[in-house]
């Protein structure tokens, strides 16, 4: 089972907007509206920033948002502020082969 | 609020065997599906599998297939994780997670704080 596309690492200074791709295929990101993405900070658990592609969970600010275009899935976080510095990780449905499938995870640091 | 705790790590030797436990709290846990996922050293999530909230369908990765057991005892609010002929490369933090409400069974809305286990002679 193949992982999902993601830039190692992505940057922004405070205030900016920076945006992490997943790209996927068309088994997988491109035929599902089950996109998510994950925020894990060092040693802690992972946590969901958003699901179903767009959707955010209460209480994620919305300086978060997401898109998807064909295979690539997208986050943008907006007015970046130093405690969003972690790792970004996505995740897709890709059939049954495929239950769920995570990319490799970008670091983002906040210049 | 929802709490999700596992228990069971530890060392063991390739080909060994060890049973994880994640016992739940703060939702119903007999409604909702739950995955384990782990995340090697240093390195990315992997999923593991999923069991639905009845236990009736079960899911898995491929390189744990016929290895490691998936199961819950829903009046006991717990999930499990069998794992035998361990390898090396199964070595990594383990974490449950809870089926995201509102969504399909591929989101995890909760996370335990996971429980490492190290495969080594």
């Known amino acids: 089972q193949s992982a999902l596309t993601q830039p190692p690492s992505a940057s922004g200074s405070p205030g900016q907007s920076v945006t992490i791709s997943c790209t996927g295929t068309?088994?997988?990101?491109?035929?599902?509206?089950?996109v998510s993405w994950y925020q894990q900070h060092p040693g802690k658990a992972p946590k969901l920033m958003i699901y179903?592609?767009?959707k955010r969970p209460s209480g994620v600010p919305d300086r978060f948002s997401a898109s998807k275009s064909g295979n690539t899935a997208s986050l943008t976080v907006s007015g970046l502020q130093a405690e969003d510095e972690a790792d970004y990780y996505c995740s897709s449905h890709g059939g049954t082969n495929n239950f769920v499938m995570f990319g490799g995870g970008t670091k983002l640091t906040v210049l | 609020q929802v709490q999700l705790v596992e228990f069971g790590g530890g060392v063991v030797q390739p080909g060994g065997s060890l049973r994880l436990s994640c016992v739940a709290s703060?939702?119903?846990?007999?409604?909702?599906?739950m995955h384990w996922v782990r995340q090697a050293p240093g390195k990315g999530l992997e999923w593991v599998t999923f069991?639905?909230?009845?236990?009736?369908?079960?899911y898995y990765t491929d390189s744990v297939k016929g290895r490691f057991t998936v199961s819950r005892d829903n009046p006991r609010n717990t999930l499990y994780l069998q794992m035998s002929s361990l390898r090396p490369e199964d070595t990594a933090v383990y974490y449950c997670?809870?089926?995201?409400?509102?969504?399909?069974?591929?989101?995890?809305?909760?996370w335990g704080q996971g429980a490492l286990v190290t495969v080594s002679s």
């Open positions: 997670g809870k089926k995201a409400s509102g969504s399909g069974r591929y989101t995890l809305d909760y």
């Open positions: 179903d592609v767009t």
């Open positions: 703060g939702f119903t846990f007999s409604s909702y599906g």
């Open positions: 068309s088994s997988d990101v491109g035929a599902y509206g089950y």
């Open positions: 069991i639905q909230y009845d236990g009736s369908n079960k």
